[in-house]
């Protein structure tokens, strides 16, 4: 049996070719990690070709191409309202493109969509869950729907919630979670089926420091034995600290993409994506704040 991703999680450390540590890149800061190394094979994990998605009259992705290499911790990074979400939906089968494809390790979305979803593990965003279960029985759902035994489930659910910290709550009702804790169950729910690629959508949104830690650790884990992330994220220093590329969406296009040092450019991720992107507002006025109300 092909042993997956999850199933033999380590964390080495990437050493550099001479097998010392890699300094960090030009205009990286110097208490960040460099960027992931990726042993580039030339497989892709995810391919979209010509995504059109439209609502009414306006175009949220325009013919956007992409390619995600397997085996890289990919992030997707754009403006509110860039079409992050849209794609994402696109790629992971919960929205229909208008035009255009998409495949999961060669398996097109919408035509062979049983092939590619098994393949997926999916944390969409502001998806409503079956919150009326508890924590343990959202998580065993999830896996039973993905035709696992039930005695397989239940131990990678128990193993699951003790991971994210939730065992304590696995009997509450989701509905009664917290935000990030419902983040948390979301993710554990992407997570048990033991899937080849994972797509995030804004994963660390509300939750703690140390669950976001635990977190990635889980992440990079599942990328040093094999796995793919694609997650989105408004945090450009996440992102730096995280990934080994990354694609900049605006208007509905990639704006670049490449590993994290090509898209940076010799700056900071921040820096190249403000000028890729646009849109900077130089406030003016607003005296008014700072007169104070008393």
Not at 22 to 49: F, N, Q, Y
Not at 72 to 91: C, E, R
Not at 106 to 115: L, S
Not at 249 to 275: H, K, P, W
């Amino acid at each position: 049996m092909t042993e997956s991703p999850l199933d033999a999680m380590s964390t080495p450390t990437a050493p550099s070719a001479a097998g010392q540590p890699l300094p960090p890149p030009t205009g990286a800061r110097a208490d960040l990690p460099p960027p992931r190394a990726v042993a580039r094979t030339g497989e892709i994990a995810i391919g979209c070709r010509g995504l059109v998605r439209t609502f009414g009259q306006t175009v949220a992705v325009g013919g956007l191409d992409l390619d995600v290499p397997k085996g890289s911790f990919f992030g997707l990074v754009g403006p509110n309202g860039a079409g992050k979400t849209t794609t994402l939906s696109m790629v992971t089968g919960l929205l229909r493109p208008d035009s255009g494809t998409v495949s999961v390790l060669g398996h097109d979305v919408w035509t062979d969509p049983v092939a590619a979803k098994r393949l997926l593990g999916v944390l969409p965003d502001g998806l409503r869950l079956f919150d009326r279960l508890t924590g343990l029985q959202l998580v065993t759902y999830s896996g039973l729907l993905r035709g696992m035994d039930r005695d397989t489930v239940v131990s990678r659910a128990h193993e699951l919630l003790g991971a994210l910290g939730l065992a304590g709550d696995a009997s509450a009702l989701v509905v009664d979670y917290s935000a990030g804790m419902t983040k948390k169950i979301s993710l554990a729910c992407a997570l048990v089926h033991a899937p080849r690629v994972l797509v995030l959508d804004e994963p660390f949104e509300a939750v703690d420091p140390v669950s976001a830690s635990t977190i990635k650790e889980i992440l990079d884990a599942f990328v040093d034995s094999g796995g793919t992330v694609v997650l989105s994220s408004h945090v450009m220093e996440l992102v730096e600290r995280l990934c080994s590329d990354v694609a900049v969406i605006a208007a509905g296009q990639v704006r670049a993409v490449g590993t994290v040092d090509e898209v940076r450019g010799g700056r900071s991720l921040e820096e190249r994506f403000v000028d890729l992107v646009g849109g900077r507002t130089h406030v003016q006025g607003l005296e008014w704040l700072r007169t104070f109300s008393d």
